[in-house]
């Protein structure tokens, strides 16, 4: 895995893995191969990589979401994807001039690629460090609002959601997001 390799490199044997949207499958992947790494797991704007919390609707439309966009012009389908993860003009911004960079048939790929190999490859996910999920309070992106509910219920790890924030709560609200995650750090890392 490769962020095993850029921590290896790095000299840094634990860590508190933060993983936002499908950087959250990413990290708890790498926490069921290396749990002994893992301080702590930070889950933003993320859903669990347990496929039990998903209907066969839910997997068929992950593995699918993207090719009715192909239909519609390139601006209007950059202009769609940014205002469907965001709530702020700052947000939004940052969106579009990421997106602008980028080939939209790329991002096409990329999520493709990574939403078949979470339909695949999802399995639970049963954390012994200690777990914070964070969700902005307007994330209308596909159903992680929900999605945390039932994995803060089902495991009891706290879910807090952030005021004003969409999909990219850590850019909508980010001072609220860092004063969460370094209050959770204080309180059950250090």
Same mark, same amino acid.
Request: proline share 3%; aromatic share 12%; glycine share 8%.
């Given at each position: 895995?490769?962020?095993?390799?850029?921590?290896?490199?790095?000299?840094?044997?634990?860590?508190?893995?933060?993983?936002?949207? %499908?950087?959250? +499958?990413?990290?708890?992947? +790498?926490?069921?191969?290396?749990?002994?790494?893992? #301080?702590?797991?930070?889950?933003?704007?993320?859903?669990?990589?347990?496929?039990?919390?998903?209907?066969?609707?839910?997997?068929?439309?992950?593995?699918?979401?993207? #090719?009715?966009?192909?239909? #519609?012009? !390139?601006?209007?389908?950059?202009?769609? %994807?940014?205002?469907?993860?965001?709530?702020?003009?700052?947000?939004?911004?940052?969106?579009?001039?990421?997106?602008?960079?980028?080939? %939209?048939? !790329?991002?096409? %790929?990329?999520? !493709?690629?990574?939403?078949?190999?979470?339909?695949?490859?999802? /399995?639970?996910? !049963?954390?012994?460090?200690?777990?914070?999920?964070?969700?902005?309070? /307007?994330?209308?992106?596909?159903?992680?609002?929900?999605?945390?509910?039932?994995?803060?219920?089902?495991?009891?790890?706290?879910?807090? +959601?952030? /005021?004003?924030?969409?999909?990219?709560?850590?850019?909508?609200?980010?001072?609220?997001?860092?004063?969460?995650?370094?209050?959770?750090?204080?309180?059950?890392?250090?």
């Amino acid at each position: 895995m490769d962020l095993k390799g850029i921590l290896d490199k790095e000299g840094i044997k634990r860590a508190i893995l933060v993983g936002m949207s %499908m950087g959250g +499958f990413i990290s708890q992947e +790498f926490y069921t191969l290396y749990p002994e790494m893992v #301080l702590g797991f930070i889950g933003i704007d993320t859903a669990p990589l347990d496929r039990k919390y998903y209907s066969i609707i839910d997997l068929n439309f992950i593995g699918n979401n993207h #090719l009715h966009n192909r239909l #519609l012009p !390139e601006p209007i389908r950059k202009s769609m %994807m940014a205002k469907a993860v965001t709530n702020s003009e700052e947000a939004y911004d940052y969106m579009i001039d990421m997106l602008d960079n980028l080939e %939209m048939e !790329e991002v096409y %790929m990329q999520g !493709e690629m990574a939403n078949k190999s979470f339909i695949e490859g999802g /399995k639970e996910v !049963e954390f012994t460090c200690p777990v914070l999920l964070i969700v902005g309070e /307007k994330d209308y992106f596909g159903k992680i609002k929900s999605y945390n509910k039932r994995w803060s219920e089902d495991k009891g790890y706290p879910l807090i +959601f952030i /005021k004003d924030a969409g999909h990219l709560s850590n850019i909508d609200n980010y001072k609220e997001v860092n004063n969460v995650i370094s209050d959770f750090i204080k309180d059950k890392i250090q």
